[in-house]
């Protein structure tokens, strides 16, 4: 199985900083990777797939990087709004897994 | 517009069974595939269970291999989970998504397996 490992588990942050959220894969996952957003009692949002795209809708501070094993979720410049837990996910094979989350909490 | 619809979920004993649905709405059901993805209570996301378009192809979780088993019904634009033998730790939110990446996902369904 491919194992998802995100850093950091939690990140405390004040309303216009920048944040780098990281997800490293036990394997090469290519770009097969997505990024979700998700509120305490909300269904999870798509955020990034293909390691870099944004999804429709998603506002551009949001943004994504990386290939093969090492990817990073930004957030340019921190809002209100984005404070929630955030997930990697790799569909590259089965099981698909995600990471363990990074809890983005005010400062 | 894309809709995704469960019913089922509640309160079942260890070792009972449950039947989780999921109607679809807005798009050619039988085009995509679907996965099963649960959220136990505080903890992280779990996928658990993939059906091809089709339905030929089928993957599970080690967690739930041999005991849930999901299925579709193209003529009724519906995804099913059901599960069997459940135990105390199958306790979640259940989410039917469709593709990945899971652009649509279902609105969650409560599953407590409790004496």
């Known amino acids: 199985d491919i194992q998802m490992t995100q850093s950091p588990s939690s990140v405390s942050a004040s309303v216009g900083d920048r944040v780098t959220i990281s997800c490293r894969a036990s394997?090469?996952?290519?770009?097969?990777l997505a990024w979700y957003q998700q509120k305490p009692g909300k269904v999870p949002k798509l955020l990034i797939y293909?390691?870099?795209n944004l999804q429709s809708g998603v506002p551009s501070r949001f943004s994504g990087s990386g290939s093969g094993t090492d990817f990073t979720l930004t957030i340019s410049s921190l809002q209100p709004e984005d404070f929630a837990t955030y997930y990697c996910?790799?569909?590259?094979?089965?099981?698909?897994?995600f990471g363990q989350g990074t809890k983005v909490e005010i400062k | 517009e894309v809709l995704l619809v469960q019913s089922g979920g509640g309160l079942v004993q260890p070792g009972g069974s449950l039947r989780l649905s999921c109607a679809a709405s807005?798009?050619?059901?039988?085009?995509?595939?679907f996965s099963w993805i649960r959220q136990a209570p505080g903890r992280g996301l779990e996928w658990i269970a993939y059906?091809?378009?089709?339905?030929?192809?089928?993957f599970y979780a080690d967690s739930v291999k041999g005991r849930f088993s999901i299925s579709r019904d193209d003529d009724k634009n519906s995804l099913s989970l059901q599960m069997n033998s459940l135990r105390a730790e199958d306790t979640a939110v259940y989410y039917c998504?469709?593709?990945?990446?899971?652009?649509?996902w279902g609105q969650g369904t409560l599953v407590t397996v409790s004496s």
């Open positions: 998504a469709r593709d990945p990446p899971w652009r649509y």
């Open positions: 807005g798009f050619t059901f039988s085009s995509y595939e």
């Open positions: 059906i091809s378009s089709g339905g030929r192809t089928v």
């Open positions: 394997q090469d996952l290519s770009n097969w």
């Open positions: 293909a390691a870099s």
């Open positions: 996910q790799q569909s590259t094979s089965f099981p698909w897994t």
